[in-house]
T-cell receptor
Framework: GAVVSQHPSWVICKSGTSVKIECRSL??????MFWYRQFPKQSLMLMAT?????????EQGVEKDKFLINHASLTLSTLTVTSAHPEDSSFYICSAIDGDEQYFGPGTRLTVT | QKEVEQNSGPLSVPEGAIASLNCTYSDRGSQSFFWYRQYSGKSPELIMFIYSNGDKEDGRFTAQLNKASQYVSLLIRDSQPSDSATYLCAVSFSGGYQKVTFGTGTKLQVIP
């Protein structure tokens, strides 16, 4: 099946700093990618839909100025968590569609201290 | 608000038995239904999707959809210890993978 990678796999940052997470489709082109967040023992929550060459579509309650999404090419979408706070600590997962299937990246665990 | 409900478990079954996982959803207009498996600390992987009422089989897995009852289930035959994971039910109102709402998952434990 198709492969989606994320980088980094884990990151620790200090409160107030920004962190960039990359999501790449390795063997296919993805015009649309999705960003999810998952807190411990909770479900995945869709944060935004990332569209190549256009602005991302954010879900209700997700601050677009805090979670900056850029989908500059058909194989790369980035999520930047700006001015991170401890409550932003979570597991961030991206996904991309290839044909009829959705493929998830391995996730990025963010810890804000 | 669109909701997807699952029993959190854990559901324990002996090796070789059938595991039955259930999911209900609130939005009657939902179009697409998915089952994912998620191992601890890992991202989900798609097991199967179903769009139409009835059963859909893929190997040891069978998804069952009843739109009238707003109910979708996953049966795992000949359960193996490697099937031990959290199973996420996901539902899309718009069809495909757009605007997918996930349940909180059911933890399955297959006892050797």
């Amino acid at each position: 099946g198709a492969v989606v990678s994320q980088h980094p796999s884990w990151v620790i940052c200090k409160s107030g700093t920004s962190v960039k997470i990359e999501c790449r489709s390795l063997d296919f082109q993805a015009t649309t990618m999705f960003w999810y967040r998952q807190f411990p023992k909770q479900s995945l929550m869709l944060m935004a839909t990332s569209n190549e060459g256009s602005k991302a579509t954010y879900e209700q309650g997700v601050e677009k100025d805090k979670f900056l999404i850029n989908h500059a090419s058909l194989t790369l979408s980035t999520l930047t968590v700006t001015s991170a706070h401890p409550e932003d600590s979570s597991f961030y997962i991206c996904s991309a569609i290839d044909g009829d299937e959705q493929y998830f990246g391995p996730g990025t665990r963010l810890t804000v201290t | 608000q669109k909701e997807v409900e699952q029993n959190s478990g854990p559901l324990s079954v002996p090796e070789g038995a059938i595991a039955s996982l259930n999911c209900t959803y609130s939005d009657r207009g939902s179009q697409s239904f998915f089952w994912y498996r998620q191992y601890s600390g890992k991202s989900p992987e798609l097991i199967m999707f179903i769009y139409s009422n009835g059963d859909k089989e893929d190997g040891r897995f069978t998804a069952q959809l009843n739109k009238a009852s707003q109910y979708v289930s996953l049966l795992i035959r000949d359960s193996q210890p490697s099937d031990s994971a959290t199973y996420l039910c996901a539902v899309s109102f718009s069809g495909g993978y757009q605007k997918v709402t996930f349940g909180t998952g059911t933890k399955l434990q297959v006892i050797p």
